[in-house]
């Protein structure tokens, strides 16, 4: 089946280390995207791709980092530096076509305590 | 600041009756409009989408919206919501000349059967 994957489902983490998230998708997408998602906020953008080796900061990228060394994979970690790093995460992939939506994984609940 | 504007935080409404849900965006120039739906503990799914021609969009569900340039408004409606429709929606709009996709703080609906 074609879709995005993200892994794991629950992560809890101590404060203080640094935690990598994974997402995969197998759509051929050339744009991937990290959103976190907290009550009442909404989705914010943590960081986008659009294609292989490049990716932008999006409104809230301070204590976040990524790569992007296959059209795949898009890793987001969350670093020690993240003053508030417990929340959902949900990322995304689009075709490069403005027309097109998002496609959106099942998200990651992390929890640092 | 550029941004998309969600007014109803939380509706609650009985079965059969009509909704309607706000988005208002403040971007100029040919934006994408998007609804998305997320059902409790379900992945973000797309509703519907406008990016030209006819500025009544349908989608799935019974759902339509309405895109009124003037206005800079996508509102989402539905004639009569079913307790199935209970969920998060969620505006998002895709500014031009760019690969970002921003979304409003999202409304919570809850529908009472």
């Known amino acids: 089946d074609g879709g995005i994957t993200q892994s794991p489902k629950y992560l809890f983490r101590k404060e203080g280390q640094n935690v990598t998230l994974s997402c995969e998708q197998n759509?051929?997408?050339?744009?991937m995207y990290w959103y976190r998602q907290d009550p009442g906020q909404g989705l914010r953008l943590i960081y986008y791709?659009?294609?292989?080796?490049?990716?932008q900061k999006g409104d809230i990228a301070e204590g976040y980092s990524v790569s992007r060394e296959k059209k795949e994979s898009f890793p987001l970690t969350v670093t020690s530096a993240q003053k508030n790093p417990t929340a959902f995460y949900l990322c995304?992939?689009?075709?490069?076509?403005?027309?097109?939506?998002?496609?959106f994984g099942p998200g990651t609940r992390l929890t640092v305590t | 600041a550029q941004s998309v504007s969600q007014h109803n935080h939380h509706v609650i409404l009985s079965e059969a009756a009509s909704l309607e849900l706000g988005c208002n965006y403040s971007?100029?120039?040919?934006?994408?409009l998007f609804w998305y739906v997320q059902y409790p503990g379900q992945h973000l799914q797309l509703l519907l989408k406008?990016?030209?021609?006819?500025?009544l969009v349908k989608g799935i569900k019974g759902f339509e919206a309405e895109f009124i340039k003037s206005k800079f408004s996508f509102n989402l409606r539905k004639p009569s919501v079913q307790w199935s429709d209970t969920a998060e929606y969620f505006c998002?709009?895709?500014?031009?000349?760019?690969?970002?996709?921003?979304f409003g703080t999202g409304t919570r609906l809850k529908v009472l059967a």
């Open positions: 995304a992939s689009s075709p490069s076509d403005r027309t097109y939506e998002q496609y």
């Open positions: 759509l051929n997408h050339d744009a």
């Open positions: 791709s659009q294609i292989v080796n490049d990716f």
């Open positions: 971007y100029g120039g040919t934006v994408n």
């Open positions: 406008y990016f030209s021609g006819d500025p």
């Open positions: 998002a709009v895709r500014p031009p000349g760019t690969y970002k996709y921003i």
